[in-house]
């Protein structure tokens, strides 16, 4: 637990006397070209990095040799990344106040990914109820309570979205928002946007193979899963879909959720569709 948010148990906190991992986090040297992806956990991580590394690197093929990304919570020992070539591509769930700081200052490029919490919950409780770094064993009702009130990993959704969505407007122009259901449904269209607020420039043809590419069926099939460490065979790519909440929720679970959800983002403008 850092400042009274939990983690997993994989992120390598320090030993007696060394730093916590987070601090280290937001020291980390920028360089101009880095990107970092922001996500809430299972909001479509693993697929914002695969879309950015094709635009990036001007290639259609999947990564296959980066078989961890770099997610920086992850990183056992941060200077590593002083030997990643530029352009480097990292991510993380850390809420924004602790990305590295110098990033912050050079008012570096944020790729942030938003999907709707009720699937989000949903992929969170298949996750955890596999991930060994987690190691949860109860019902989906009580992973829904958890989730509601910001008792798992990363704290909650709501905290974490409504910062990101403050520091895109303490921040102009550094911070775009995917939104999954957008980008699930019309792929060509978001790819486009996403290569624009990078500077990249990109045919139409090349923009339909990274969308086919990128697809949940293609990824699924031949992306390496790192969670195969884990499990054997793999839970990162599950479903892929909008609205399995609906297979989940119970009517009552349902309102409740989305009176929190009301009052939450009352003075919010993401467009969050659960359809
Ligand atoms: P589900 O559990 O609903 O299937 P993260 O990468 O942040 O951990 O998010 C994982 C979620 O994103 C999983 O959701 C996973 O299936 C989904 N996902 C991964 N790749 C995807 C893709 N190419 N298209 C759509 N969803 C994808």
């Not at 360089?31 to 990036?56: F, P, Q």
């Not at 990162?236 to 989305?258: A, L, S």
């Given at each position: 637990?850092?400042?009274?948010?939990?983690?997993?148990?994989?992120?390598?906190?320090?030993?007696?006397?060394?730093?916590?991992v987070i601090e280290d986090i937001m020291n980390v040297k920028s360089r101009d070209s880095d990107i970092?992806?922001?996500?809430?956990?299972?909001?479509?991580?693993?697929?914002?990095?695969?879309?950015?590394?094709?635009?990036?690197?001007?290639?259609?093929?999947?990564?296959?040799?980066?078989?961890?990304?770099?997610?920086?919570?992850?990183?056992?020992?941060?200077?590593?990344?002083?030997?990643?070539?530029?352009?480097?591509?990292?991510?993380?769930?850390?809420?924004?106040?602790?990305?590295?700081?110098?990033?912050?200052?050079?008012?570096?490029?944020?790729?942030?990914?938003?999907?709707?919490?009720?699937?989000?919950?949903?992929?969170?409780?298949?996750?955890?109820?596999?991930?060994?770094?987690?190691?949860?064993?109860?019902?989906?009702?009580?992973?829904?309570e958890l989730f509601m009130s910001g008792k798992l990993p990363y704290g909650t959704w709501y905290n974490?979205?409504?910062?990101?969505?403050?520091?895109?407007?303490?921040?102009?122009?550094?911070?775009?928002?995917?939104?999954?259901?957008?980008?699930?449904?019309?792929?060509?269209?978001?790819?486009?946007?996403?290569?624009?607020?990078?500077?990249?420039?990109?045919?139409?043809?090349?923009?339909?193979?990274?969308?086919?590419?990128?697809?949940?069926?293609?990824?699924?099939?031949?992306?390496?899963?790192?969670?195969?460490?884990?499990?054997?065979?793999?839970?990162?790519?599950?479903?892929?879909?909008?609205?399995?909440?609906?297979?989940?929720?119970?009517?009552?679970?349902?309102?409740?959720?989305?009176?929190?959800?009301?009052?939450?983002?009352?003075?919010?403008?993401?467009?969050?569709?659960?359809?």
């Amino acid at each position: 637990e850092f400042e009274g948010v939990s983690y997993p148990s994989f992120i390598p906190f320090r030993k007696k006397g060394a730093k916590n991992v987070i601090e280290d986090i937001m020291n980390v040297k920028s360089r101009d070209s880095d990107i970092i992806i922001c996500t809430y956990a299972k909001s479509g991580t693993h697929w914002t990095y695969e879309i950015v590394n094709m635009l990036l690197r001007n290639t259609t093929e999947l990564d296959k040799n980066s078989k961890i990304q770099a997610m920086l919570e992850a990183v056992d020992d941060l200077s590593v990344l002083d030997s990643v070539p530029s352009p480097r591509i990292m991510d993380t769930h850390c809420l924004f106040k602790y990305i590295p700081k110098q990033h912050r200052e050079n008012k570096g490029k944020i790729v942030h990914m938003i999907r709707n919490p009720k699937d989000v919950c949903v992929s969170y409780y298949y996750h955890c109820l596999k991930d060994v770094f987690i190691n949860f064993d109860g019902t989906w009702e009580e992973f829904l309570e958890l989730f509601m009130s910001g008792k798992l990993p990363y704290g909650t959704w709501y905290n974490y979205e409504l910062e990101i969505e403050r520091a895109a407007r303490d921040f102009p122009g550094m911070i775009f928002t995917c939104y999954y259901e957008d980008m699930k449904q019309e792929p060509v269209r978001e790819i486009k946007k996403l290569a624009d607020f990078l500077g990249i420039a990109c045919s139409n043809d090349t923009l339909e193979k990274i969308a086919k590419k990128t697809s949940f069926e293609n990824m699924q099939k031949n992306k390496f899963d790192f969670t195969e460490i884990v499990d054997g065979k793999g839970f990162i790519y599950r479903k892929g879909e909008i609205g399995d909440w609906k297979n989940h929720f119970t009517v009552k679970q349902n309102e409740k959720f989305d009176a929190q959800f009301k009052e939450e983002m009352k003075d919010s403008r993401y467009k969050i569709t659960f359809e």
